[in-house]
């Protein structure tokens, strides 16, 4: 063993490095963290644009509130947000983003360019361009419309060991269209773009009637999944459930095709999804996977949101009252979808 140093405080730029590991796994994870400052900043519509499944370039543009040029600076600084102040505000946070994690984590393995505007004319705005290793951004005029665009560049260009992770072209991209599908999942009334390798795969027009919802749903899903699925919306206690549920005759081999938003949140929560699985026990076939798309409305202050850096998981202060809830709002629509089939062929 090597001699003994003295404990050293980190260089921010490696310790950001260092906590870039928990949030910025690959291109798809950059996508979900700049989507959700874009959702953040109020925007109504949101391009996001790749190059060689975003290992070359990642590109999002919104057309939100902007970054002004006092604040450019610090929008890249870890622990630098403009979400919350208190513990307080903490426990009921609203906005998808509060930890000022990922800007900087992402400055610090790739090469970020940040333009933005909070004024209407479009012949304002500044940029900040950060690069790896180098600290210390700097903030010059860029006209720009309102809003903002940030650009990552050649990601893990700096940190080999992790380039080497990523996967082929083709994978990297599935996994960002899945983070799209999620994210234009959790907000319909928001305008959507997906550009690869300069084609347009997606264009979804913002609006939250039915039928813009079922049309977004059907393109995000494919018309079977719209076929085969009952609408449902259901309130008690505090607690809304609203969404599509798949007819158990519609299952999946896979336990693809499952979405579960709290608070327009999309998480992976075993409780929820135990709950889900009880209310299919009896009329799914076995190891078969029912479909969903479903959103979860509570009080901010039941749920505890700061579980993890990357935020797929949630703490409920009640778990079993929501476990219930869950289960007897899913089993009730699935009874109902049941009998009417049933009274359909006895007529
Ligand atoms: P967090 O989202 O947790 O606050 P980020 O590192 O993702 O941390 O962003 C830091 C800050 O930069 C945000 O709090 C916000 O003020 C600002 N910001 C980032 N992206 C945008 C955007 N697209 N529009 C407006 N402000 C943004
Ligand atoms: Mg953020």
Do not use: C
Request: charged share 30%.
């Amino acid at each position: 063993m090597s001699e003994k140093r003295h404990i050293q405080i980190l260089d921010p730029r490696l310790a950001n490095q260092i906590s870039a590991g928990e949030v910025v796994e690959r291109p798809a994870s950059v996508v979900k963290e700049l989507v959700e400052n874009a959702i953040d900043a109020g925007s109504r519509r949101i391009e996001v644009e790749l190059e060689n499944g975003g290992a070359r370039t990642i590109r999002v543009r919104d057309d939100g509130s902007g970054i002004g040029e006092a604040d450019l600076p610090l929008a890249l600084s870890r622990h630098a947000t403009s979400k919350i102040v208190s513990l307080e505000e903490l426990e009921g946070v609203a906005s998808l983003g509060f930890r000022g994690e990922a800007l900087a984590s992402i400055s610090s393995v790739a090469r970020l360019e940040l333009v933005s505007n909070t004024d209407e004319d479009p012949r304002s705005g500044w940029r900040v361009v950060a690069e790896g290793r180098r600290m210390e951004p700097r903030v010059t005029p860029a006209p720009h419309p309102r809003g903002t665009s940030v650009t990552v560049r050649d990601l893990f260009f700096n940190t080999p060991a992790r380039r080497k992770f990523l996967r082929t072209e083709k994978t990297e991209f599935g996994h960002v269209e899945e983070a799209f599908r999620r994210q234009a999942l959790s907000r319909f009334d928001i305008g959507w773009v997906l550009r690869h390798n300069h084609r347009t795969l997606h264009q979804l027009p913002p609006g939250d009637d039915p039928v813009a919802q079922e049309r977004r749903l059907q393109s995000l899903l494919g018309k079977a999944f719209l076929e085969n699925a009952l609408h449902l919306d259901v309130e008690a206690g505090g607690l809304r459930l609203s969404g599509w549920v798949g007819l158990p005759t519609h299952s999946r081999a896979q336990a693809d095709q499952q979405y579960f938003f709290v608070n327009g949140r999309v998480v992976r929560d075993r409780l929820v999804a135990h709950a889900i699985r009880q209310a299919y026990r009896d009329v799914l076939f076995h190891g078969r996977h029912p479909v969903f798309v479903l959103y979860l409305e509570v009080d901010p202050r039941v749920v505890d949101v700061n579980v993890h850096p990357t935020k797929h998981e949630v703490r409920f202060r009640d778990g079993r009252m929501v476990h219930d809830f869950l289960f007897s709002s899913l089993h009730r629509a699935l009874g109902e979808a049941r009998a009417g089939e049933r009274g359909e062929h006895e007529d």
